[in-house]
């Protein structure tokens, strides 16, 4: 078992973010809600306990509080914003709402103490309205700001620290190292959590629980599902079974690539090719939402007949521990609606549900499919929407729409890798929007589609600002798209943000 650090969620909008920046030093860590915390405590066994913080006032009625045991349980602690406040007030301090609530970058001072050792002086990143008046017994400041006297306490003796500043966000000038002197220097972690031990210990895990049972999971060529057939494959072989579905609505050449991929692995891969049964169902549908639903649920109809076939006693999924934290549970038992495509199967029965990568973020599923052998082309693979293209053809999908738009996105795709713009685009794709406007080609009249580009730089995809793309590559793209593809005479760029767009269309 790794040395782990338990994240106690106040209900903070950072709490994943302190769980990553922990990782990355190397460091195995959880998140649980406050609620839970005395239990995790006895599950984990952490050797340091971090609290996020959360929305609240430590005066708010119902603010969340820990058990005096978690307090007193002898393990170094660290709070952050609520998580300082709250230490404060539960110790015996107090904690007033601030004349002058900081937020953004705020100058600090800090004091000599083992959780700044290394630091300077220098930017943190504030968010807060309430601020820790007076200081509970057996505390001193380590930190203060132009307003805020107490930006930091300790209590030396009994390992407790707090900052009400946000040390895992980029902003605060020196928050890596503050929380790596947390977690090494405090705590004493050594950084045993390591990707390729994680290898075996999934590997065992799965072995163990399923025995000489069959495995099925769906495979849809996005870099969970993909990552978690590797690891299967490497702890089971031919008794994983992978169906990749695939509803013709893949960007060009996906479909090939996925198969040529899989197709070389040690595994039973099957590949549905569908599209008849997708677009005969979507013929004349135009509604958003209703495209979704029936993918959805063609996509479960067909993974469900093609399971049948198998008879597999196990059903995986490429869940992540976001996915968990998400849904609340930290439980394997609930089959969470397909990430990619309406619901799976309720039909069928399964012994268990198999889901390697529960426990790991995104970044860290990516650098497993890196050691696992996968190729970039799908470890590094931009988010696509389950229902595919048809949540970028507006209103009705039709196979001559859905050929015209997979030829014009891949000239897109192409010339922005080619300008060395693929890493900073965080993602990039065309639309095809079904209006038609008049233009003129050579000496005759068109009246053909209307094609739009979107590309956006985003941190989460949660919010998302339109890329800037030089000129030159937009009008590059514009007229080999006019020129190459038929049934196109004028392309557009997509210069909203999100909110109050969304990055797809549809
Ligand atoms: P929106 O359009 O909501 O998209 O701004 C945010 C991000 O999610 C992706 N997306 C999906 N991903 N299944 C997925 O796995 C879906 O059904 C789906 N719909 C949108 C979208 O591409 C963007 O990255």
């Not at 079904?434 to 209307?450: E, F, H, I, K, P």
Request: glycine share 8%.
């Amino acid at each position: 078992m790794n040395q782990t650090i338990l994240i106690i969620d106040f209900g903070g909008q950072y709490a994943q973010l302190i769980a990553r920046r922990v990782r990355e030093m190397s460091v195995y860590c959880e998140i649980y809600p406050y609620k839970k915390a005395e239990q995790a405590i006895s599950k984990l066994k952490p050797i340091g306990i971090i609290l996020s913080g959360g929305p609240q006032s430590v005066y708010a009625p119902n603010a969340p509080s820990l058990e005096l045991s978690v307090l007193n349980s002898g393990i170094p602690i660290l709070g952050i914003c609520y998580g300082a406040q709250y230490l404060a007030h539960a110790l015996g301090g107090r904690v007033k709402p601030a004349l002058t609530p900081e937020y953004g970058k705020t100058e600090t001072f800090f004091k000599n103490s083992k959780l700044f050792s290394g630091v300077n002086s220098g930017v943190t990143w504030m968010s807060h309205g309430d601020y820790i008046e007076s200081l509970p017994q057996g505390f001193k400041a380590i930190a203060h700001t132009h307003n805020c006297p107490i930006a930091a306490m300790e209590n030396e003796r009994n390992n407790i620290y707090a900052v009400q500043f946000h040390p895992e966000v980029v902003h605060t000038q020196d928050g890596s190292k503050i929380l790596k002197n947390f977690v090494y220097v405090i705590c004493g972690c050594e950084g045993d959590w390591h990707m390729e031990d994680y290898i075996n210990t999934a590997v065992n895990d799965v072995k163990s629980t399923v025995g000489d049972g069959r495995i099925v999971l769906g495979l849809s060529g996005g870099v969970d599902s993909s990552v978690c057939a590797a690891l299967l494959s490497k702890a089971v072989g031919k008794r994983l079974t992978c169906i990749f579905v695939d509803h013709g609505l893949m960007r060009k050449d996906e479909g090939d690539n996925v198969e040529s991929v899989f197709k070389g692995w040690d595994i039973n891969f099957i590949r549905v090719n569908a599209a008849d049964r997708f677009l005969s169902k979507l013929k004349g549908v135009i509604d958003p939402e209703q495209k979704r639903k029936i993918i959805g649920a063609e996509f479960a109809a067909v993974f469900e007949e093609e399971s049948r076939k198998v008879g597999a006693d196990y059903l995986a999924q490429g869940t992540i521990y976001p996915d968990i934290i998400e849904s609340g549970t930290e439980t394997s038992a609930v089959i969470k609606s397909h990430h990619n495509v309406g619901g799976l199967p309720k039909n069928l029965r399964f012994k268990g549900v198999v889901e390697p990568l529960r426990l790991l973020f995104k970044d860290e599923v990516r650098r497993l499919g890196k050691l696992l052998g996968l190729p970039d082309s799908l470890v590094f693979r931009q988010p696509f929407p389950g229902p595919g293209l048809a949540a970028r053809i507006i209103g009705e999908v039709t196979q001559e729409k859905a050929d015209i738009l997979r030829e014009a996105d891949a000239i897109f795709c192409f010339e922005i890798e080619k300008a060395g713009l693929s890493t900073e685009i965080h993602q990039y794709f065309a639309v095809l929007t079904s209006v038609r406007s008049v233009g003129v080609m050579g000496d005759s009249r068109t009246y053909d589609y209307l094609l739009a580009l979107r590309g956006v730089t985003t941190e989460d995809f949660m919010t998302a600002d339109f890329a800037r793309i030089p000129y030159e590559v937009l009008e590059k793209v514009s007229r080999r798209i006019v020129n190459e593809v038929k049934g196109v005479n004028r392309v557009v760029y997509d210069i909203t943000t999100k909110p109050p767009a969304t990055i797809e269309w549809e």
